[in-house]
């Protein structure tokens, strides 16, 4: 039996990088695997490789800077499957600017719905339904690029915090903040893969006790 067999499982920013391969590895673990971003073509197209290797998957799009559409995605999520057993809160924005001084409203705003509102509201989704049923992971996915990033660094600096004050532990709900090493990705601003020319890390196994993907 493959190791997560008949887990459901929800990913964000699943349609490029870190999140298809990670979508890839756990539906090959067996997963049902929920595949969540803006662009419905390219969630759909990683949907597609997976039923093609016998796995299961759907693809719903939904704008995580719109806190109605995650709200209401939630609620349909649990309608149809009762809870999840892992959220992997994947999806991230950066801002184009390293220098606070530059930094435009819109645009911090625009991080903050994405790295961090959208997080929060997912998370508050599904993290009840994993208390009544007495299982669940959270895994809030950091990049150590952030810290270098103006908006981005706020959102990874907030995450982090986020994880350390969960009170969900007691109820066999776990929230982990997954530490990743630098990361090229077809979702990154091209600029990025000039300024820090770094290696595709990806992701090669999964953790034996948490179930989450590890480089």
């Given at each position: 039996?493959?190791?997560?067999?008949?887990?459901?499982v929800v990913i964000t920013g699943?349609?490029?990088?870190?999140?298809?391969?990670?979508?890839?590895?756990?539906?090959?673990?067996?997963?049902?695997?929920?595949?969540?971003?803006?662009?419905?073509?390219?969630?759909?197209?990683?949907?597609?490789?997976?039923?093609?290797?016998?796995?299961?998957?759907?693809?719903?799009?939904?704008?995580?800077?719109?806190?109605?559409?995650?709200?209401?995605?939630?609620k349909n999520v649990l309608e149809?499957?009762?809870?999840?057993?892992?959220?992997?809160?994947?999806?991230?924005?950066?801002?184009?600017?390293?220098?606070?001084?530059?930094?435009?409203?819109?645009?911090?705003?625009?991080?903050?719905?994405?790295?961090?509102?959208?997080?929060?509201?997912?998370?508050?989704?599904?993290?009840?339904?994993?208390?009544?049923?007495?299982?669940?992971?959270?895994?809030?996915?950091?990049?150590?690029?952030?810290?270098?990033?103006?908006?981005?660094?706020?959102?990874?600096?907030?995450?982090?915090?986020?994880?350390?004050?969960?009170?969900?532990?007691?109820?066999?709900?776990?929230?982990?903040?997954?530490?990743?090493?630098?990361?090229?990705?077809?979702?990154?601003?091209?600029?990025?893969?000039?300024?820090?020319?770094?290696?595709?890390?990806?992701?090669?196994?999964?953790?034996?006790?948490?179930?989450?993907?590890?480089?």
């Open positions: 039996m493959k190791i997560l067999e008949g887990k459901i699943a349609g490029t990088g870190i999140g298809k391969e990670t979508a890839l590895l756990f539906a090959d673990e067996g997963a049902r695997t929920i595949l969540v971003g803006r662009r419905l073509s390219l969630i759909e197209s990683v949907a597609d490789e997976i039923k093609l290797n016998d796995g299961i998957a759907e693809a719903i799009s939904v704008d995580l800077e719109d806190g109605d559409a995650i709200d209401e995605f939630g149809k499957y009762g809870s999840i057993d892992i959220l992997v809160n994947n999806a991230g924005h950066s801002s184009k600017v390293r220098s606070l001084r530059y930094v435009d409203q819109k645009e911090w705003d625009s991080v903050f719905k994405v790295n961090i509102e959208a997080v929060y509201r997912l998370t508050q989704s599904f993290i009840h339904s994993m208390i009544e049923h007495g299982k669940g992971t959270v895994d809030e996915s950091v990049g150590k690029l952030g810290y270098g990033l103006m908006g981005l660094a706020g959102g990874v600096g907030a995450i982090v915090g986020l994880t350390k004050v969960n009170d969900c532990r007691a109820f066999n709900a776990r929230v982990l903040e997954l530490r990743r090493g630098g990361a090229s990705s077809v979702a990154s601003y091209e600029w990025l893969d000039e300024l820090f020319p770094l290696p595709d890390l990806g992701v090669t196994g999964l953790d034996p006790v948490f179930g989450v993907p590890i480089n």
